[in-house]
Each structure stands twice: as structure tokens, then as C-alpha cells.
């Protein structure tokens, strides 16, 4: 089954505290990604990972930190959460190179 | 500027009739993706393209990477095409998405 996992869906976090998202995947892909979505601005790459401890900053970096330890696992960070890193956020898998991105569902995050 | 321009940004369309997206790059893209975002948020895959053309049922791609941009057509649209769509081209590892054609298709 191939499949990308976003854990959790939906959060509510107070400015300040810390944010874990996770993204886990199922079909052993090398590359994952993390992208924010907001209103009109399309998605918008934050980090990619190539495999295991092998990371990437995209176009906005700033305000995240990333963890891939496992091959199925990429998780998100946000240390300290800001009121304007309320958002979407999309994790992806692909299996190599310029190949098809598989999304999850997508996590609502909202800092307040 | 926009490395990955999507046009036009809304659409209205009746039932059955037919329309094109269009997506145009300024990064040198060896693929194309389009996505349809449905209104619970979800991202579909519609089409993974090289360059060239594909068709699967009402819809057709095209991906002309000499002149940096791709079109969507949709024929007879109906209501469940309703979304928001959205391409992104890959150069290398980096995946750039544009901005979205929100598309509402009505009776």
C-alpha cells in the first residue's frame, strides 16, 4: 500500500512552544520533502531530505529544523512557534530524482 | 519573479464545456507534475509528464521543455472537476509549485 502518513492532522499551539510534526512513508523512497501551503502562494519548499541524515534547505528555511533518521520517517520542527508559521503544512515522498511526488494529507497548524 | 507562473490564477466553466491551464517556467524543468487539490485539501496526481503528451480520460497534458511550459485541458468539464489545480516542475531534486488555478465548474 503506498502511502504517506502526516501525524497529527490538526494542532493548536500557543506562540513559543515547540512543534513536532511527522511525516512517515511506506514505499522506502530516498527523497522526501516538507512544503508549507497558505492562501494564494501556492506550496512552498522548506526542506528536503535525501535519505538518512542527508538534508536540504528549500526557499524557506528559516524557523525549521528537520530529522531524518529512519528512511520512512522525516520529521518537521519548529522551535519556539511563531504566529505566522500558522499554516499547512505537506510532507512528500518520491523515488528518486525529478520523479512523482506522493503527498500526505496535509497538517493544520495554527499558533496562537 | 515567479520561477513557476500558473495561469489564469480563477476559472468559471460550465458544464461540458472545455478549457485549458496553462504553466509556465523560467527554471529549467526536466519534469512536470500537475496536482488537483480538492476541496477537503487533499493532493490528487493527475499527470507525471517528460516532455511530451499525455491523456487520461478528459484530460490531456503537454510538457514542452524547449519553450518552459505546460497546459492542462480539460474536455466536458463536469462538477467534480471543481478544485484547485496546480503544477510544479522539477529541476534536480527541487520541486517548484506555482500558484494554483482555482477552477469552479457549475451546472
Known amino acids: 500500500d503506498m502511502k504517506v502518513t502526516q501525524m497529527p492532522r490538526y494542532l493548536i499551539k500557543r506562540m513559543g512552544e515547540n512543534v513536532l510534526l511527522e511525516c512517515g512513508q511506506d514505499?522506502?523512497?530516498?527523497?522526501m520533502y516538507w512544503y508549507r501551503q497558505d492562501p494564494g502562494l501556492g506550496l512552498q519548499l522548506i526542506y528536503i531530505?535525501?535519505?538518512?541524515?542527508?538534508?536540504s534547505e528549500g526557499d524557506i528555511p528559516k524557523g525549521y529544523r528537520v530529522s531524518r533518521k529512519k528512511r520512512e520517517h522525516f520529521s518537521l520542527i519548529l522551535d519556539s512557534a511563531k504566529t505566522n508559521q500558522t499554516s499547512v503544512y505537506f510532507c512528500?515522498?518520491?523515488?528518486?530524482?525529478?520523479?512523482?511526488?506522493?503527498f500526505g494529507e496535509g497538517s493544520r497548524l495554527i499558533v496562537v | 519573479g515567479d520561477k513557476v507562473k500558473q495561469s489564469p490564477s480563477a476559472l468559471s466553466l460550465q458544464e461540458g464545456t472545455n478549457s485549458a491551464l496553462r504553466c509556465n517556467f523560467s527554471?529549467?524543468?526536466?519534469?512536470v507534475q500537475w496536482f488537483l487539490q480538492n476541496p477537503r485539501g487533499s493532493l490528487i496526481n493527475l499527470f507525471y509528464?517528460?516532455?511530451g503528451t499525455k491523456e487520461n480520460g478528459r484530460l490531456k497534458s503537454t510538457f514542452n521543455s524547449k519553450e518552459s511550459y505546460s497546459t492542462l485541458h480539460i474536455r466536458d468539464a463536469q462538477l467534480e472537476d471543481s478544485g484547485t489545480y496546480f503544477c510544479?516542475?522539477?529541476?534536480?531534486?527541487?520541486?517548484?509549485f506555482g500558484s494554483g488555478t482555482r477552477l469552479l465548474v457549475s451546472p
Open positions: 512528500a515522498s518520491t523515488p528518486g530524482q525529478g520523479a512523482t511526488l506522493y
Open positions: 514505499m522506502s523512497h530516498e527523497t
Open positions: 531530505s535525501y535519505d538518512v541524515d542527508s538534508n
Open positions: 527554471i529549467a524543468a526536466t519534469t
Open positions: 509528464l517528460v516532455p
Open positions: 510544479a516542475a522539477a529541476g534536480g531534486y527541487k520541486v517548484v
